[in-house]
């Protein structure tokens, strides 16, 4: 762990970034002291955080496909082979498409080609539809999650929902509560599932405004239950 000491919790992850020459979603961290301006310049206290790189996750590669049922590398072989089955229909140019072990209960499915773009389509709605047709086919039959990356596409959005959400994670260490911005589809979904596990003992959740437009809150009480 690293100690980094700098005026603003902001500009902390910043200093911790270019010293350690990563993203800031690239970092794991622990706020020791939060800034304070304090009374006329007395009791005023700068922000204090202990950070360190993420362990990423390496997605497992399977071995030779093998004739054992209850042995995973078959299923993912299979998976893969009606993966690529689907999409041969699909009229896009898809140059790569494969399926590995992301974690013990997900699997990674990557796809790369020229019309990428197209498979992602307006703010991802298409992604969105070709993820879920992807879980609904795959988990009741094989029993695993699916980590879908089209072109990179979801990579990008975790970071860019990363880097929008520590100003939002810096105002629930500051104040104890704080409001996201409007969201939808995926990144509803990335900000949902980050804030709460960064804070497990407070009540994270989705909320919708008059016009539809939904967003998260983070604060220490419960909704109460209707």
Same mark, same amino acid.
């Given at each position: #762990?690293?100690?980094? &000491?700098?005026?603003?919790?902001?500009?902390?992850?910043?200093? @911790?970034?270019?010293?350690? $020459?990563?993203?800031? +979603?690239?970092?794991?961290?622990?706020?020791?002291?939060?800034?304070?301006?304090?009374?006329?310049?007395?009791?005023?206290?700068?922000?204090?955080?202990? &950070?360190?790189?993420?362990?990423?996750?390496?997605?497992?590669? =399977?071995?030779? =496909?093998?004739?054992?049922?209850?042995?995973p590398?078959?299923? !993912?072989?299979?998976?893969?082979?009606?993966?690529?089955?689907?999409? +041969?229909?699909? =009229?896009?140019q898809?140059?790569? !498409?494969? &399926?590995?072990? *992301?974690?013990?209960? /997900?699997?990674? !499915?990557?796809? $790369?080609?020229?019309?990428? +773009?197209?498979l992602?389509?307006?703010k991802?709605?298409?992604?969105? @539809?070709?993820?879920?047709?992807?879980?609904?086919?795959?988990?009741?039959? *094989?029993?695993? $999650? !699916?980590?879908?990356?089209?072109?990179?596409?979801?990579?990008?959005?975790?970071?860019?929902?990363? $880097?929008?959400?520590?100003?939002?994670? #810096? #105002?629930?260490?500051?104040?104890?509560?704080?409001? /996201?911005k409007?969201?939808?589809?995926?990144?509803?979904?990335? @900000?949902?599932?980050?804030?709460?596990?960064t804070? =497990?003992?407070?009540?994270?959740?989705?909320?919708?405004? @008059?016009?539809?437009?939904?967003?998260? &809150?983070?604060?220490?009480?419960?909704?109460?239950?209707?």
């Amino acid at each position: #762990m690293r100690t980094i &000491v700098a005026n603003s919790l902001e500009e902390a992850l910043f200093k @911790a970034a270019t010293e350690l $020459n990563c993203l800031i +979603a690239d970092l794991q961290y622990d706020v020791i002291q939060v800034p304070s301006k304090g009374f006329l310049g007395f009791g005023k206290k700068q922000a204090i955080i202990e &950070v360190c790189l993420k362990e990423k996750p390496k997605p497992i590669q =399977p071995s030779p =496909p093998s004739f054992h049922d209850n042995n995973p590398h078959a299923k !993912i072989a299979d998976i893969q082979s009606e993966v690529r089955a689907l999409f +041969a229909h699909i =009229p896009y140019q898809i140059d790569s !498409i494969q &399926v590995a072990l *992301y974690d013990s209960q /997900t699997l990674l !499915i990557e796809i $790369n080609g020229e019309d990428c +773009a197209l498979l992602i389509g307006e703010k991802g709605y298409r992604y969105n @539809a070709l993820s879920y047709l992807l879980f609904n086919w795959i988990h009741p039959k *094989y029993g695993y $999650n !699916i980590r879908l990356e089209v072109a990179s596409f979801l990579k990008k959005q975790e970071e860019l929902m990363e $880097n929008y959400l520590q100003s939002v994670i #810096m #105002m629930v260490h500051e104040v104890g509560k704080a409001k /996201t911005k409007p969201l939808d589809g995926l990144l509803l979904h990335i @900000a949902l599932k980050r804030l709460r596990e960064t804070f =497990p003992n407070k009540y994270v959740a989705c909320q919708s405004k @008059a016009d539809n437009q939904r967003y998260i &809150v983070v604060n220490d009480f419960h909704k109460p239950q209707p």
